[in-house]
């Protein structure tokens, strides 16, 4: 999948491990944790797109292992 390949991609990129990798995961899905148990329909496909979109806005540099 290019959305698993992606978040992969940044944790290498940004030399995090498993609380990183972790951290990439819930910046892209944090609006999702929120809405879905509310709304009707209970699954959601994220695209590449999207996790693109979320993790610009999120500023992702800012977990870059030191």
């Keep these: 999948n290019d959305v698993l390949d992606y ?4 944790a290498i990129e ?3 491990g ?4 972790r ?3 819930e910046i892209i ?3 999702a944790m929120f809405e879905l148990p509310s709304n ?3 699954t959601m496909q994220i695209t ?3 996790a693109h979109k979320k993790l610009e806005k ?3 540099k800012r977990l870059k292992a030191a």
Excluded: H
């Design 7 to 10: 978040i992969v991609e940044k």
């Design 14 to 16: 940004f030399k995090l």
């Design 18 to 21: 498993a609380r990183g990798l």
């Design 23 to 25: 951290s990439i995961c």
């Design 29 to 31: 899905m944090i609006d």
């Design 40 to 42: 009707p329909t209970k």
């Design 48 to 50: 590449l797109e999207y």
């Design 58 to 60: 999120a500023n992702v």
